[in-house]
């Protein structure tokens, strides 16, 4: 078994090779269709290049740090997301409370939890004890206004943006014989055969793209694009299989699953941004929104695999 | 000595609230009428739901023109010793206005005027208060209109604040980090003739206009 340092120096420069061809690529596009700023495609295109930039540097850092860097990074993550996704909810002003306590108990509390591993409590600290006890205190306020929609809305927020984003770093929990210390491939693996699923998409369906899949809820997806960007993504995600305890078809399958569930996700939350009139969750990230809009894959994807992962390989 | 070691945490503690600011609302400015980079001396009159609305503002506003930007404050809650004198006068170089004008010579236009004339911008809220109601925007009293006939010539840039009520509820001591946003709208003049209630209404609703239509609440 290799070294867990090398093999994570030797995918980050993977990655730093793949947006180095990316960036030419963008710099051509440029030079022949885009000199003054005029296409808008391709200036979003090398918006996007920067950023992932950006992100991939981020996440190679935390990656390099272990599991505090993976906690931390994650624990900003869902800060943000959360943010995000509590700004465009109906939470009142008699919700105030809840808010405070989903901010800054409810969140601390569940990555605390996954920092000490404590498997029994994070998997059901927000399903079960902050789905019963959090409405209460907007239940305090004596506000019956909307009431049924603003504690769903605030524990749908919670689930996707700290339950969801905390098994990310949980990952690193896990116990796979032989595969001891590696935890952070495994999330380097989630994220690299989940992103580039999205970013295969979009190539595809810009290329090939012809049957739109559900035009009301997000026009750019077609059939093409999402069968090219979830094939090509599997393939690389089993090429890659060297980061995992998987055999090749294992990969094969576990590419498969994340990369659909990272679909669904990309669905789903879109049809909340049409709901809420927005075509973003923010602006954090330019060229792509803001932090739900880039991590809506991995959210969804990220608790299944931890489930398969520890179901299946974990002792 | 003692001026310079205060200078010098005037601009760390700004450097602090805007960074809590940003932390808490990743707050972001969207500039409808003007060029936020051409440095023109302004009126910005914002609605005022928290004691953080010129916070936002000026968080936003591009890094050279934050320090000629001067909120207008209360003179009783800002002249209080302590924390709250040192980030109103030192750090925001707030211009403070009594607001129990008894016995006080000052006349607040004049104090605001010369304050243009020396170049400096200004942060105004013309509802004159905090809007603790659920209206979306109180009246305007009437000093925005003096001020703009008294400097005809400076721009009155109407600057909507989004959501910055639901972080801080009144009555609520806990913020809690939700998005916000600051649109900034075209330039308003005082019209040669224009009557104050004209051009209370016109720059009220120029404000209202700014808000943006698409919301969770």
């Known amino acids: 078994m290799a070294n867990v340092h090398s093999d994570l120096l030797a995918t ?3 990655i730093g090779g793949v947006l180095i061809f990316a ?3 963008g710099w051509v596009l440029q030079r022949r269709y885009s000199p003054n700023g005029e296409n808008a495609v391709v200036e979003n295109l090398n918006d996007r290049t920067r950023a992932w930039w950006v992100m991939a540097i981020t996440i190679s850092v935390a990656l390099l740090g272990g599991r505090t860097g993976v906690l931390i990074l994650f624990f900003i993550c869902s800060f943000a997301a959360l943010r995000e996704f509590m700004t465009l909810t109906n939470a009142s002003r008699a919700d105030h409370n809840t808010l405070v306590a989903a901010f800054f108990v409810v969140l601390p509390v569940q990555f605390y939890l996954v920092w000490i591993g404590w498997y029994g409590m994070y998997s059901i600290f927000i399903p079960v004890y902050v789905f019963l006890l959090l409405p209460f205190v907007s239940a305090l306020s004596g506000e019956t206004r909307n009431f049924l929609i603003r504690i769903s809305e605030m524990q749908w927020a919670l689930m996707i943006c700290v339950f969801c984003v905390s098994h990310v770093p949980a990952l690193m929990n896990l116990t796979i014989p032989g595969h001891e210390g590696r935890g952070v491939l495994l999330i380097a693996w989630l ?8 970013v295969l998409q979009y190539v595809w369906g810009k290329l090939a793209g012809r049957h739109k899949i559900a035009p009301r809820l997000s026009p750019s997806k077609t059939v093409e694009g999402f069968l090219g960007g979830a094939l090509s993504a599997t393939a690389i995600g089993m090429a890659l299989n060297f980061m995992t305890p998987f055999t090749l078809w294992q990969a094969g399958l576990m590419g498969l699953c994340v990369t659909m569930m990272g679909f669904l996700g990309g669905l789903v939350m879109s049809a909340i941004k049409r709901d809420r009139g927005v075509k973003d969750w923010g602006h954090a990230i330019a060229g792509h929104g803001g932090f739900i809009d880039r991590l809506d894959s991995v959210l969804f994807a990220a608790p299944i695999y931890f489930h398969l992962l520890r179901y299946y390989w974990s002792v | 000595m003692g001026s310079r070691v205060r200078a010098v945490a005037a601009d760390l503690a700004g450097w602090g609230i805007t960074a809590f600011a940003r932390l808490l609302t990743a707050v972001q400015p969207v500039w409808q009428g003007f060029d936020p980079a051409v440095p023109q001396q302004r009126i910005y009159f914002a609605n005022h739901v928290s004691h953080g609305d010129f916070v936002l503002i000026w968080t936003v506003l591009p890094k050279s023109q934050r320090r000629r930007t001067r909120p207008v404050a209360g003179a009783d809650y800002w002249r209080k010793p302590g924390i709250r004198q040192f980030v109103g006068s030192d750090v925001f170089n707030s211009l403070l206005i009594e607001r129990n004008r008894d016995g006080v010579e000052d006349d607040p236009i004049a104090q ?7 170049g400096a911008s200004l942060i105004i809220f013309p509802e004159g208060t905090r809007n603790l109601t659920d209206a979306e925007l109180l009246e305007f009293r009437s000093g925005i209109y003096r001020l703009a006939r008294a400097r005809p010539e400076v721009d009155v840039v109407p600057v ?5 009520n639901r972080v801080l509820p009144k009555g609520s001591f806990v913020p809690v980090p939700l998005m916000c946003k600051v649109v900034f709208g075209a330039p308003l003049h005082v019209g040669e003739d224009e009557e104050k209630g ?11 206009a700014l808000k ?3 919301e969770g609440a």
Do not use: H, Y
Not at chain 2, 160 to 164: G, T
């Open chain 1, 191 to 198: 994220v690299i055969t989940v992103q580039l699923s999205d």
């Open chain 1, 23 to 25: 960036s030419l690529i």
């Open chain 2, 198 to 208: 004209a051009f209370l209404t016109r720059a009220r609703s120029a404000l209202l």
């Open chain 2, 160 to 164: 909507w604040i989004d959501n910055l």
């Open chain 2, 112 to 118: 605001m005027a010369s304050a243009l004339d020396e």
């Open chain 2, 212 to 214: 943006p239509k698409t």
């Open chain 1, 12 to 14: 980050i420069a993977g």
